[in-house]
């Protein structure tokens, strides 16, 4: 930059303009202050160092001891709106027999209802947990979930509505993902590396539990059961509500009938129907492995 020479001292009113300017500038700024900064590449160490520190620092704020992570589909609806969609679209079908997509839409809104009930279980799960857990200052098998809603949704809402608390990690995506209304705002955490997220799913988890869901559910439970396969992770319960869906979703048996897995890693996951059955699975597990609570 081309500075002009001049002599002579400068008025009140150019020392003003001069340090107006240089309090303006992006170089001034306290470097963690600065956005623009923290967003360069070269600053990626320090952000994803962020991300593990924050919900950490946080979470132990709040006496957060243990967790149990629920993952499932963000598809899956409450039972009473998915009904509500297969009465309009029945409607529709009915008024136009002959349409194709109307005919398959119904169909698809069957599979809505039908698939509702994991939303059910979901959140009577979730009460059933958070009710025998969250009665001191100190909160084990606090609910986490990915934030979002389906699922997610309903584990949250499990804890609300028992008067409980419960996490969400949400992260940035492309088609933004906004938060369910479920999560105690003290513990809704918002991510842009899904490595770290990963890493806070697991840190504090007592247990996995997985209801039917698609690529995102299957890459969480498949990550947690290489974690614990490869002993990255000490062995916690993993539970899959849905027997149909995870017999046709992933034949486990097959894989090791073709020595992709040994037979004792099937012995890794139970499959279940009803919050109970989840529930009793995972306290008798920590009944017999007592030497495993510290991950």
């Known amino acids: 930059m081309k500075t002009t020479q001049r002599n002579g001292d400068l008025t009140a009113a150019e020392k003003r303009r001069l340090l107006s300017r240089i309090h303006a500038s992006a170089a001034y700024r306290k470097a963690y202050e600065d956005t623009e900064f ?7 160490p320090v952000r994803l160092q962020l991300e ?8 132990s704020e709040h006496n957060v001891n243990s967790t149990i992570v629920v993952f499932g589909s963000a598809r ?37 209802v039908a698939f509702s009930g994991y939303y059910a279980e979901a959140r009577r799960f979730a ?31 499990g804890a609300y509505e028992n008067g409980c608390r419960s996490i969400g990690l949400n992260i940035t995506l492309p088609h933004e993902q906004h938060p369910n209304p479920f999560i105690s705002p003290e ?16 840190m504090r988890a007592k247990a996995l539990v997985a209801f039917p869901g698609g690529y995102g559910t299957l890459d969480e439970l498949f990550e947690t059961l290489t974690l614990v396969q490869t002993g990255k992770k000490r062995p916690l319960p993993i539970v899959l509500f849905g027997r ?21 890693d099937t012995r890794l996951i139970a499959v279940v129907e009803k919050a109970e059955e989840g529930w009793a699975h995972i306290r008798n597990f920590w009944k017999e492995h007592p030497r495993s609570r510290r991950s």
């Open 187 to 202: 513990l809704s955490f918002q991510f842009h590396y899904f490595a770290l997220r990963k890493m806070h799913f697991m």
């Open 38 to 44: 923290m967003q360069r590449r070269e600053l990626r």
């Open 127 to 157: 009460g059933i947990i958070s009710r025998a857990q969250q009665s001191d200052r100190r909160l084990e098998y606090v609910i986490v979930t990915g934030g979002g809603p389906g699922i997610m949704e309903a584990a949250n809402r």
């Open 76 to 112: 899956i609806i409450p039972p009473r709106i998915a009904a509500r969609e297969l009465t309009r679209a029945k409607a529709r079908a009915k008024a136009a027999p002959d349409d194709y997509d109307l005919a398959r839409a119904v169909n698809e809104a069957e599979m809505k």
């Open 244 to 264: 149909q869906f995870w017999k046709r979703a992933v034949d486990f048996n097959y894989l090791a009938e073709t020595g992709m897995i040994g037979w004792e």
């Open 52 to 59: 593990l520190l924050k919900p950490e620092m946080v979470l």
